[in-house]
């Protein structure tokens, strides 16, 4: 695997010095008309960013993850994917290639209710990624499901183009983004 900085890499993370947190303690009204959601905590941490934030991009398959390939082979932005693989533990939707792609191409981070696979090389990217576990069986690959629909994943539901905060305390949705 090639773990070559790309220019996308360079780019300055909007997580400089935010922490959900105090996103929370100080944003009660967004928090209490919905605006501003926190994921139920099932998601274990994995990458090397701790703390990413981004636009969402959502995706909705079930253990099948050629569109997971197709968005992240495209150039990334900043943003971060949001995967709705259904919770299934059955196999994994992302490696540690699609893994080191999403990093070269400039994705801040990846969520997958959904498990991945090859831990030590996603460990070994500059990306976050929550994840529900992993698995060492790959998925299917029919290229079966939806690209920027609404999502219902941990409790909460996830609109494409919202943001998503996330850190070790937790994962934040909001409709727009928050200053910090």
Known sequence: MNYARSPFNEMKTYMAAF?????????????????????????????????FSGPIVTLKVFEDNVLVRQLLETRGEGRVLVIDGGGSKRCALVGGNLAQSAQNMGWSGIVVNGCIRDVDEINACDIGVRALGSNPLKSNKKAIGEKHVPIS???????DGEWLYADSDGILISKMELSI
């Open 153 to 159: 994943i941990a409790g909460t539901l996830i609109r």
């Open 19 to 51: 922490a959900t947190a105090e996103a929370c303690d100080s944003n009660t009204a967004l928090l209490a008309s919905g605006e501003l959601r926190a994921l139920e905590p099932i998601f274990k941490i994995y990458g090397q960013r701790r703390s």
